[in-house]
């Protein structure tokens, strides 16, 4: 009996041993090329401020030149607080880029303390033969742009209570936080001063 069961337990074994020896192989899988996705285009965005006019508000959103409702004697010429933009992109295979306007901010250009915000409107773009028109903010790639917004009148009352006694003398700064295709950016101007209320 005992060696029945020996010789069981070998053929047992046996067995077992045929079953993993006559499995069939795994199939070797070498290293797979995955392929390297394209390369992402970049475009290159140079903007800056490329003028600006330090006036009053006037009445409608037509711009410079035209008596409205002013700071000040309404019948005069009024020259519209504005900012203009040179902003430049690069060709590149990708949507027009997305410009939008956060903040505008007036500072004393010596100090660069900053005075008030500006608000900025009705944004506008040059065409050749056109001249402004209106401007949805989007930076086709390639593209030049001339572009320019209204702002709001600097409290020019309430600088003179603040010490800013000699306001058409005084320099002044514009600075503009922007986001370009959600980056943000600081522009700043040069020295701007404050127009006079006299047409010259």
């Given at each position: 009996?005992?060696?029945?069961?020996?010789?069981c337990a070998?053929?047992a074994?046996?067995?077992?041993?045929?079953?993993l020896?006559?499995?069939?192989?795994e199939?070797p899988?070498?290293?797979?090329e995955?392929p390297a996705?394209?390369?992402?285009m970049?475009?290159t965005?140079?903007?800056?401020i490329?003028?600006?006019?330090?006036g009053?508000?006037?009445?409608?959103?037509?711009?410079?030149?035209?008596a409205?409702?002013?700071?000040g004697?309404?019948s005069a010429f009024?020259?519209?607080s504005?900012v203009?933009?040179?902003?430049?992109?690069?060709?590149?295979d990708?949507?027009?880029?997305?410009f939008?306007?956060?903040?505008v901010?007036?500072h004393d250009f010596e100090?660069?303390?900053?005075?008030?915000?500006?608000t900025?409107?009705?944004?506008?773009?040059?065409?050749?033969?056109?001249?402004?028109?209106?401007w949805?903010?989007?930076l086709?790639a390639?593209?030049?742009?001339?572009?320019?917004?209204?702002?709001s009148?600097?409290?020019?009352?309430?600088?003179?209570e603040?010490?800013?006694?000699?306001?058409y003398?005084?320099?002044?700064?514009?600075?503009m936080?922007?986001r370009?295709?959600?980056?943000?950016?600081?522009?700043?101007s040069?020295e701007?001063?404050?127009v006079?209320?006299?047409?010259t």
């Amino acid at each position: 009996m005992r060696s029945n069961l020996v010789l069981c337990a070998t053929l047992a074994l046996s067995l077992s041993g045929c079953f993993l020896d006559h499995s069939p192989p795994e199939t070797p899988i070498g290293p797979v090329e995955i392929p390297a996705p394209p390369p992402e285009m970049t475009v290159t965005v140079d903007a800056s401020i490329s003028g600006a006019t330090l006036g009053d508000d006037c009445a409608t959103d037509s711009g410079a030149g035209i008596a409205g409702d002013c700071d000040g004697d309404c019948s005069a010429f009024c020259q519209q607080s504005n900012v203009q933009l040179a902003i430049s992109t690069s060709a590149g295979d990708v949507d027009p880029l997305v410009f939008e306007v956060v903040r505008v901010t007036l500072h004393d250009f010596e100090s660069g303390d900053a005075i008030e915000d500006l608000t900025p409107r009705n944004p506008r773009v040059w065409a050749e033969d056109v001249g402004y028109e209106p401007w949805a903010e989007r930076l086709p790639a390639p593209s030049e742009l001339s572009t320019t917004y209204d702002l709001s009148a600097p409290s020019w009352g309430s600088m003179s209570e603040r010490g800013f006694d000699v306001l058409y003398s005084r320099p002044f700064q514009i600075r503009m936080d922007v986001r370009i295709d959600g980056e943000p950016r600081t522009l700043e101007s040069g020295e701007l001063y404050r127009v006079s209320d006299i047409d010259t």
